[in-house]
């Protein structure tokens, strides 16, 4: 039924946190199919320069963005907009870093990235294992943060950043496109 299928595919398009258009066909004619959800809303942990970028990144992609500088108005922040957040940890303070890292697990925030090297990544995740999150949970934390775009400077690696959380918002596994089948625009 074109109902069933429409809403099956409003709800795809919804997850994505991307407006998107569809047109289903049926045995009762043609269903259009249109989301427009929140933009992308992206808590930066961290000050400095890439918290600076990021931020300007964002805004460029008409997502919303905050910058904070501790783990309460992290929290805060995380909590106020659960349904469309994502959370870009660029601290390498454990007491910043675990609670605000915890909050956004525990609240099913669509993307939770964190900077570091593997030292620090490493040591981060014992960090959380301790505060009782779970393996699986962990999973979800994408550390080193970033594509693999060979980025050097702060702008390249705000665009490797966001890039990533926008392949992780559509459900994409990011590629070159002349490697993928299928149309362009999917």
Not at 5 to 13: T, V
Not at 86 to 112: I, K, N, W
Not at 123 to 139: H, I, K, Q, S, Y
Not at 177 to 182: E, K, T, V, Y
Request: proline letters at 5%.
């Amino acid at each position: 039924m074109p109902g069933d299928d429409a809403g099956r595919r409003a709800g795809e398009l919804l997850a994505t946190r991307r407006a998107g258009r569809d047109a289903l066909y049926g045995e009762s004619g043609l269903v259009l199919v249109e989301a427009h959800p929140s933009a992308p809303y992206v808590v930066i942990g961290g000050g400095g320069e890439l918290a600076a970028v990021i931020e300007r990144q964002a805004l460029l992609l008409g997502w919303e963005a905050v910058r904070v500088e501790a783990a309460g108005p992290a929290v805060e922040a995380i909590e106020a907009r659960r349904d469309a957040a994502c959370v870009v940890m660029l601290s390498h303070d454990e007491q910043f870093d675990v609670p605000t890292l915890r909050a956004a697990l525990a609240a099913g925030v669509p993307y939770v990235g964190a900077l570091g090297s593997r030292r620090t990544t490493a040591r981060r995740r014992d960090g959380l294992l301790a505060a009782g999150v779970t393996e699986a949970e962990l999973a979800r934390v994408h550390g080193p943060i970033g594509l693999d775009l060979g980025a050097r400077t702060p702008a390249e690696t705000a665009l490797a950043i966001c890039a990533e959380i926008l392949g992780v918002l559509g459900a994409r596994k990011a590629g070159a496109l002349r490697d993928a089948d299928g149309p362009v625009n999917a």
